[in-house]
């Protein structure tokens, strides 16, 4: 706005000569000017050619200066138009009057050329750095209000890639704020093909649309390859590697994975950066499960390590995860909630409370809030008897004659590759091309990780599963599994898979052969059963049961080095 | 001032000294502390005695100045941190990319 750009004046005065001088001095200033000879005709003016500044004669007849210069101020409503009263008063209460009724300032009669240009100039400044002000307020009113419609709509778009997933099992409970992903916090979970869940929570750095970008290829990793039957430190490595690939130097990703196992009662996790997890059994017995890793999106492929922690449980057992925003909230005197707030929380839920219910009212107490931050994100899940087993959603019905029928497939592992590469996504793979196969993608996948399994640890890598049958060889079990993964050159697991129609469904072939010495099938307990009556934890046996009861024959020979799996599916 | 630095006698080690919070707002400080630090520095030494917090952002700063002085081979010495400055450095493993002492 141009400070010297002529403005359109309005003055009010009864005396015709006075008027007539006044408009003639603002006239040779350059200005428009519009004249009125009493309160009333100011007031319509006013309306009828809107100037930008307004001088008004305090005193005239049929309503005053003052009368007029309430209406005035009141049509200009948020506008500011500078009104100057020109005045022959000098009383202070008089004058105190005029500004009390809407007056920014005086001139007083006679007129004087200078400080009538000088006074029309200092308030043609304060009317344009309120315009400016004015402006720049309703730009970013508008800005604003662009951003957040944006917002709902990316959110929209988010949701549809990062949905929620099973969040909504009855054996999980959780709290996530719905505007959440600009503040970086993500919470996923997802049923497995073969049964059980996956479960990741995940808190980027920073905020708003950097950190929701970043979340975007977290969440379709997640569901995309938990969906496929990958495992939780294969996902982790790929989002890792995504991340460390997008994100730039400063920006990385806080997150847990959680596996769990509701058929062995077991849980496989991985933190990164988060709070301690709580694994809950009982009032008095509870276990923490301490951050052990780098963040995702810091460590390069090479340097990261995805190997996951195997805790036992016991249906029942809860386990609490949860983004730093818990930890981080204050109270009114800005002290933090913290870990002892967590863990008073839990202490004193006793029996009768879900632990969950207990640390949100808690942390409603501490923050005397009920309203929660957006980055806060809690999650309970608890251990069930073959809970949450909600199904992958049956995909497009496709005819049970479509697609690849008879067909046969060799597979080999060989070397190093056993100790880094999951095969089973990619079997399972060639398996779903078979419509009939598909609707039982649970069972198959069941079948050949079982398989893949018993061939890798007990073939190949010799681990007795009798240690699994105590708490410390458990631990020992899962330590020696790893030493040996690294000491397997030389070593195979072959697969070949025959697939053919039968008269009523089909049949899938699989032949499971592995480098290892076998193991004595002609003794093995659950081999000789009849009925497979188990007692107690028996880990070792479980896998070869499971297999006994999905197929229709199952037979070792090569001293147990080599198993033939008939499994049939039906129309 | 919040930031201060100071090089070694021999002019190759940089101490990068913070005081107050260590958040978002020391961004473009720390970054020029260590920017124009000077050219044969090979050694940083984040001093964090008179830092009263850190946030992730701050952790985030920390890997900036990790990759300015040559990312796995960065030599980065982070010390004399509080017992809630340890704590965040610790959930989040930083031990492991810096010597924390």
Same mark, same amino acid.
């Given at each position: ?11 009010? =005065? ?6 007539? !001088? ?94 009538? /240009? ?6 043609? @400044? ?76 995940? =808190? ?87 951050? @052990? ?52 929380? !839990? ?26 931050? =957006? ?176 197929? /229709? ?19 | ?38 050219? =044969? ?36 010495? !982070? ?23």
């Amino acid at each position: 706005m141009d400070e010297s750009a002529p403005l359109k004046i309005l003055i009010a =005065d009864d005396s015709d000569s006075d008027r007539l !001088i006044l408009k003639t001095l603002l006239k040779r200033l350059g200005h428009m000017v519009v004249d009125a000879a009493n309160g009333h005709e100011a007031v319509a003016l006013f309306q009828s050619e809107t100037p930008d500044i307004v001088l008004l004669d305090a005193l005239m007849p049929s309503m005053d200066g003052m009368e007029a210069a309430r209406h005035i101020k009141k049509l200009a409503g948020e506008r500011l138009v500078p009104l100057i009263f020109i005045t022959s008063l000098t009383e202070p209460e008089d004058l105190a009057g005029c500004l009390e009724a809407g007056g920014d300032g005086f001139l007083s009669k006679p007129y004087n050329r200078v400080m009538i /240009k000088a006074k029309v100039n200092a308030f043609n @400044r304060m009317r344009l750095m309120h315009q400016a002000l004015s402006d720049q307020r309703d730009l970013m009113h508008e800005r604003n209000r662009q951003l957040l419609k944006e917002q709902h709509i990316a959110r929209g778009v988010f949701d549809n890639v990062a949905h929620t997933g099973c969040l909504n099992a009855p054996n999980i409970r959780f709290h996530a704020s719905p505007l959440s992903v600009f503040s970086g916090d993500v919470l996923f979970a997802s049923p497995r093909p073969a049964g059980g869940m996956l479960v990741f929570a995940g =808190d980027f750095t920073g905020h708003g649309l950097p950190a929701a970008i970043g979340a975007m290829p977290v969440a379709e990793s997640f569901y995309g390859m938990a969906g496929k039957g990958f495992n939780g430190a294969d996902i982790l490595r790929e989002i890792n590697q995504k991340l460390v690939r997008i994100l730039p130097k400063d920006m990385f990703c806080c997150g847990a994975m959680v596996e769990v196992d509701f058929a062995l009662n077991q849980l496989n996790i991985w933190n990164g950066g988060l709070p301690d997890m709580w694994l809950m059994r009982s009032p008095t017995e509870r276990y923490s499960l301490p951050s @052990r890793h780098l963040p995702l999106g810091i460590l390069g492929p090479d340097q990261f390590k995805a190997d996951m922690e195997t805790v036992r449980s016991r249906p029942g057992d809860r386990l609490l995860l949860m983004t730093d925003g818990v930890l981080e909230c204050s109270d009114s005197e800005g002290q933090l909630f913290g870990e002892q707030g967590v863990r008073r929380a !839990i202490e004193n839920a006793g029996l009768s409370r879900h632990p969950f219910d207990a640390l949100m009212s808690e942390i409603q107490r501490f923050t005397g809030q009920h309203k929660f931050g =957006d980055d806060l994100t809690l999650c309970c899940l608890e251990m069930v008897d073959e809970a949450g087993q909600a199904a992958l959603p049956d995909a497009v019905e496709l005819s049970t004659l479509a697609g690849p029928t008879q067909w046969r497939c060799d597979y080999e592992l060989q070397g190093s590759t056993l100790g880094e590469f999951n095969p089973l996504p990619l079997l399972l793979h060639i398996c779903m091309e078979v419509p009939g196969l598909r609707r039982r993608s649970g069972e198959v996948y069941t079948l050949l990780s079982e398989l893949y399994n018993n061939a890798l640890e007990h073939g190949v890598l010799q681990l007795p599963s009798e240690w699994k049958y105590t708490p410390e060889g458990f631990d020992r079990y899962y330590s020696e599994r790893a030493k040996r993964l690294s000491r397997v050159d030389g070593h195979y697991i072959r697969f070949s898979f025959h697939h053919d129609l039968t008269a009523l469904g089909g049949r899938l072939r699989v032949v499971c052969e592995d480098s290892g010495e076998g193991f004595d099938f002609q003794n093995h307990p659950v081999l000789q059963a009849t009925e497979m009556a188990q007692s107690g934890p028996r880990y070792g046996g479980r896998g070869l049961a499971l297999i006994k009861r999905l197929a /229709k024959t199952v037979q070792f020979d090569k001293k147990g080095s080599r198993v033939d799996v008939v499994y049939e599916w039906f129309f | 001032m919040p930031i201060e630095t100071h090089r070694s006698h021999d002019g190759r080690s940089l101490t990068i000294k913070i005081e107050g919070r260590f958040d978002f707002s020391t961004h473009q400080a720390f970054r020029d502390a260590y920017e124009h630090g000077g050219r =044969d520095v090979s050694g940083y030494v984040v001093d964090l005695s008179d830092a009263t917090y850190l946030d992730s952002s701050a952790l985030g700063m920390l890997l900036l100045l990790r990759d300015h002085a040559g990312g796995d081979s960065a030599d980065i010495v !982070i010390q004399n941190c509080n017992n809630d400055v340890r704590k965040i450095l610790t959930i989040s493993n930083f031990e492991q990319l810096f010597t924390i002492r």
